[in-house]
């Protein structure tokens, strides 16, 4: 019998190839790798929905709506959502895993991450988080990759009662730091509504109250937020510029963020409010 649990028949993935640019590959590492890449780089990270209080929801049909056919982005139930289920339509072997951003013993599992298995080994895709992986990684204990200029490693730990779990580090400012900490738990679909409603509805989720934008470009990361635009370039000095309201639709159109003139005004206005409480 069909496991149906995920809708992946909501999934028009002819349209999310051409939206992206690529085409069907059998399954690979480099087919994932490149697939990997490209997403990240065509689909933004955002909160928008969430600020103007209309988000449709983390259903596959409403994602693959949102990012294919109204050119968005969205935050990582999205892109997790979406990627998972385009890559078990090309005919991986997938999993969908939950994770905690920053500190385990005091952090939700507020963070949806993918683990696909090729030949025996299993990679660790992250692509919805502000500060995406571009490409897989493996998922071993030690496990390292630069190959984009940006340094990552795994490190697996133990969570006490709840098993193991992966520990995704990005070396920054000459140290591993932690980013999020993925455990085995499998994960159901309404797992990923529950943790989608405390996100985007809990007063005090960061996603609620300031405005998170942020893509992988040629060569460099950029974010936009209440603190400014911060640009990111392997080997270089990290640099910020102050972001004024009349800023953002440009900064918006940049990012590859189509929105409505009735949507820009209403994140417009909301900006004087983000800046006073940043």
């Known amino acids: 019998m069909t496991d149906d649990r995920w809708h992946l028949d909501e999934l028009d993935l002819t349209a999310y190839l051409a939206r992206v640019g690529l085409t069907a590959r059998q399954p690979s590492l480099e087919a994932l790798d490149e697939l990997h890449a490209t997403h990240v780089r065509t689909f933004p990270f955002e909160n928008i929905d969430v ?20 050119g968005r982005g969205g935050y990582c139930f999205e892109h997790g959502t979406l990627f998972a289920a385009v890559l078990e339509r090309l005919g991986y072997d997938v999993e969908r895993h939950l994770g905690r951003v920053g500190d385990p013993g005091t952090t939700g599992r507020t963070h949806m991450t993918v683990v696909v298995t090729i030949e025996g080994r299993r990679y660790l895709c992250d692509p919805g988080f502000g500060m995406s992986l571009l490409r897989p990684i493996l998922l071993e204990h030690g496990a390292q990759d630069d190959r984009d200029g940006w340094a990552y490693r795994v490190q697996r ?54 405005l998170i934008l942020a893509r992988h470009g040629d060569n460099r990361h950029t974010t936009v937020s209440p603190e400014g635009l911060t640009t990111r370039v392997p080997g270089r000095s990290t640099t910020r510029t102050d972001v004024a309201a009349e800023d953002l639709p440009a900064l918006l159109r940049e990012h590859g963020v189509t929105l409505s003139d009735e949507e820009v005004q209403r994140l417009v206005a909301l900006w004087p409010g983000m800046l006073d409480a940043a």
Do not use: C, I, N, Y
């Open 51 to 70: 600020l103007l209080r209309q988000h449709p929801g983390v259903q596959l049909g409403a994602v693959a709506e949102k990012f294919v056919e109204r």
């Open 157 to 210: 730990v133990d969570e006490g009662g709840a098993g193991a779990a992966w520990r995704l580090e990005r070396f920054r400012d000459e140290e591993w730091q932690r980013m999020h900490t993925t455990d085995e738990v499998p994960v159901r679909p309404v797992d990923l509504v529950m943790g989608h409603h405390f996100t985007s509805t809990f007063p005090g989720s960061h996603f609620t109250q300031r």
